[in-house]
Protein backbone atom coordinates (compact mmCIF):
# COMPACT_ATOMS: atom_id res chain seq x y z
CA UNK A 1 0.00 0.00 0.00
CA UNK A 2 1.26 3.83 -0.74
CA UNK A 3 0.70 5.65 2.38
CA UNK A 4 1.48 9.70 2.40
CA UNK A 5 3.22 10.70 6.09
CA UNK A 6 2.82 14.11 7.22
CA UNK A 7 4.50 15.50 10.32
CA UNK A 8 4.91 18.97 11.78
CA UNK A 9 8.47 18.54 13.65
CA UNK A 10 10.34 14.81 14.09
CA UNK A 11 9.38 14.74 17.58
CA UNK A 12 7.95 11.93 19.02
CA UNK A 13 6.93 9.26 16.75
CA UNK A 14 7.10 10.92 13.44
CA UNK A 15 10.00 9.10 12.25
CA UNK A 16 9.09 5.92 13.64
CA UNK A 17 5.65 5.99 11.54
CA UNK A 18 7.86 6.45 8.83
CA UNK A 19 9.99 3.57 9.17
CA UNK A 20 7.38 1.22 10.73
CA UNK A 21 5.25 1.60 7.83
CA UNK A 22 8.34 0.45 5.65
CA UNK A 23 9.42 -1.93 7.85
CA UNK A 24 6.08 -3.40 7.08
CA UNK A 25 6.25 -3.35 3.70
CA UNK A 26 4.54 -0.14 2.79
CA UNK A 27 6.05 2.63 0.36
CA UNK A 28 5.76 5.43 2.19
CA UNK A 29 5.91 9.41 0.86
CA UNK A 30 6.58 11.90 3.51
CA UNK A 31 5.70 15.37 4.03
CA UNK A 32 5.87 18.28 6.38
CA UNK A 33 9.06 18.08 8.89
CA UNK A 34 9.96 14.56 7.15
CA UNK A 35 10.58 16.24 3.60
CA UNK A 36 13.54 18.43 3.32
CA UNK A 37 11.69 20.70 0.37
CA UNK A 38 8.55 21.05 1.99
CA UNK A 39 6.78 23.72 4.43
CA UNK A 40 6.54 21.43 8.15
CA UNK A 41 3.31 23.47 9.63
CA UNK A 42 0.94 21.13 10.29
CA UNK A 43 -1.65 22.58 8.00
CA UNK A 44 0.43 22.43 5.09
CA UNK A 45 1.71 18.67 5.72
CA UNK A 46 -1.75 17.58 6.53
CA UNK A 47 -3.45 19.03 3.39
CA UNK A 48 -0.74 18.00 1.39
CA UNK A 49 -0.97 13.84 2.70
CA UNK A 50 -4.55 14.67 2.80
CA UNK A 51 -4.75 15.60 -0.99
CA UNK A 52 -2.10 12.69 -1.83
CA UNK A 53 -5.26 10.23 -0.75
CA UNK A 54 -7.79 12.72 -2.79
CA UNK A 55 -6.09 12.61 -5.84
CA UNK A 56 -5.01 8.90 -5.77
CA UNK A 57 -1.34 9.72 -5.05
CA UNK A 58 -1.43 7.47 -1.87
CA UNK A 59 -4.24 4.71 -0.69
CA UNK A 60 -3.93 6.10 2.86
CA UNK A 61 -2.16 8.64 5.39
CA UNK A 62 -1.15 9.33 8.47
CA UNK A 63 -0.69 12.67 9.58
CA UNK A 64 0.61 14.17 12.53
CA UNK A 65 1.38 17.07 15.04
CA UNK A 66 1.98 18.14 18.57
CA UNK A 67 -1.75 16.99 19.51
CA UNK A 68 -2.97 15.48 16.53
CA UNK A 69 -5.82 17.82 16.41
CA UNK A 70 -4.65 20.60 14.17
CA UNK A 71 -3.09 17.87 12.11
CA UNK A 72 -6.50 16.12 11.94
CA UNK A 73 -8.68 19.16 10.77
CA UNK A 74 -6.58 20.31 8.23
CA UNK A 75 -6.93 17.08 6.42
CA UNK A 76 -10.34 17.00 7.05
CA UNK A 77 -10.94 20.06 4.78
CA UNK A 78 -9.82 18.24 2.04
CA UNK A 79 -12.90 17.01 0.31
CA UNK A 80 -13.25 13.06 0.54
CA UNK A 81 -11.15 12.91 3.36
CA UNK A 82 -12.36 11.27 6.85
CA UNK A 83 -9.23 11.24 9.01
CA UNK A 84 -9.54 10.31 12.36
CA UNK A 85 -7.46 11.01 15.77
CA UNK A 86 -6.58 7.93 17.31
CA UNK A 87 -5.03 7.52 20.52
CA UNK A 88 -5.28 3.92 21.11
CA UNK A 89 -6.30 0.71 18.97
CA UNK A 90 -9.77 0.48 19.48
CA UNK A 91 -10.51 4.04 18.18
CA UNK A 92 -8.43 3.34 15.40
CA UNK A 93 -10.26 -0.58 14.77
CA UNK A 94 -13.44 1.81 14.87
CA UNK A 95 -12.41 4.39 12.47
CA UNK A 96 -11.61 2.10 9.55
CA UNK A 97 -14.80 -0.27 10.74
CA UNK A 98 -17.86 2.44 11.56
CA UNK A 99 -16.29 5.78 9.54
CA UNK A 100 -14.06 4.36 6.72
CA UNK A 101 -11.88 6.92 7.77
CA UNK A 102 -8.76 7.04 5.17
CA UNK A 103 -6.45 9.13 6.84
CA UNK A 104 -5.04 8.40 10.48
CA UNK A 105 -4.29 11.50 12.94
CA UNK A 106 -2.08 10.92 15.74
CA UNK A 107 -0.32 13.25 18.63
CA UNK A 108 3.43 13.39 18.43
CA UNK A 109 2.80 14.19 22.61
CA UNK A 110 0.71 11.01 23.77
CA UNK A 111 1.34 8.18 21.63
CA UNK A 112 4.58 6.05 22.77
CA UNK A 113 6.02 3.44 20.16
CA UNK A 114 4.51 0.76 21.77
CA UNK A 115 0.97 2.30 21.78
CA UNK A 116 2.45 3.45 17.81
CA UNK A 117 2.28 -0.36 17.06
CA UNK A 118 -0.92 -1.18 18.25
CA UNK A 119 -2.75 1.40 16.41
CA UNK A 120 -0.78 0.43 13.03
CA UNK A 121 -1.92 -2.78 13.71
CA UNK A 122 -5.43 -2.17 14.21
CA UNK A 123 -5.78 0.52 11.58
CA UNK A 124 -4.28 -1.56 8.63
CA UNK A 125 -6.23 -4.54 9.76
CA UNK A 126 -9.19 -2.58 9.74
CA UNK A 127 -11.96 -3.03 6.78
CA UNK A 128 -14.98 -0.99 6.52
CA UNK A 129 -18.07 -2.20 8.00
CA UNK A 130 -20.38 -3.60 5.46
CA UNK A 131 -23.49 -2.83 7.37
CA UNK A 132 -26.57 -0.93 5.84
CA UNK A 133 -26.36 1.72 8.23
CA UNK A 134 -22.72 2.30 8.42
CA UNK A 135 -22.67 2.43 4.66
CA UNK A 136 -25.67 5.05 5.20
CA UNK A 137 -23.89 7.20 7.28
CA UNK A 138 -20.27 7.14 4.80
CA UNK A 139 -22.26 7.82 2.20
CA UNK A 140 -24.32 10.48 3.86
CA UNK A 141 -21.09 12.53 4.42
CA UNK A 142 -20.99 13.67 0.73
CA UNK A 143 -24.28 15.34 1.31
CA UNK A 144 -23.15 17.35 4.63
Do not use: F
Not at 101 to 109: G, K, P
Amino acid sequence: MRISVAADSTDGVAERVVSELRRRGHEVVTHGALSEEERDDWAWASELAARDVREGRADQAVVCCWTGTGASIAANKVPGIRAALCVDAYTADGARKWNDANVLALSLRLTSEVVLDEILDAWLAGRPSADSADVANISHLDEI
